[in-house]
Nanobody
Framework: QVQLVDTGGGMVQSGGSLRLSCTAS????????MGWFRQAPGEEREFVAA????????QYADSVKGRFTISKDNEKNAGYLQMNSLKPEDTAVYYC???????????????WGQGTQVTVSS
């Protein structure tokens, strides 16, 4: 079993940056793929970014390409989402997810964090 804890959210002005962290318990995290999703009030959860177990292959939603970067540090049992040039429409609760396959944009990941709020003001 893997437990994920999302941290790093906060309030930032448009154009600002935040780095979200996903800290995992359990040695298996190094073998698992990782994804980030977000959910705004009244909206469905949507895919943001994903990477393979070693972080070498990545995928991004079109809305965040060129602004967000996903990474994974297996030695630290952690993953990250660097968010630059933030926009008000990026406001949402962000969740990290992990699983034994490369689920990419699918929500079939086995393990989920509790979410961290990101608020971008204009």
């Amino acid at each position: 079993q893997v437990q994920l804890v999302d941290t790093g959210g906060g309030m930032v002005q448009s154009g600002g940056s935040l780095r979200l962290s996903c800290t995992a318990s359990g040695r298996q995290f190094g073998l698992l793929s990782m994804g980030w999703f977000r959910q705004a009030p009244g909206e469905e959860r949507e895919f943001v970014a994903a990477c393979s177990w070693n972080g070498m292959t990545t995928q991004y939603a079109d809305s965040v390409k060129g602004r967000f970067t996903i990474s994974k540090d297996n030695e630290k049992n952690a993953g990250y989402l660097q968010m630059n040039s933030l926009k008000p429409e990026d406001t949402a609760v962000y969740y990290c997810a992990s699983g034994p396959k490369s689920y990419w944009y699918s929500t079939e990941y086995h393990f989920w964090g509790q979410g961290t709020q990101v608020t971008v003001s204009s």
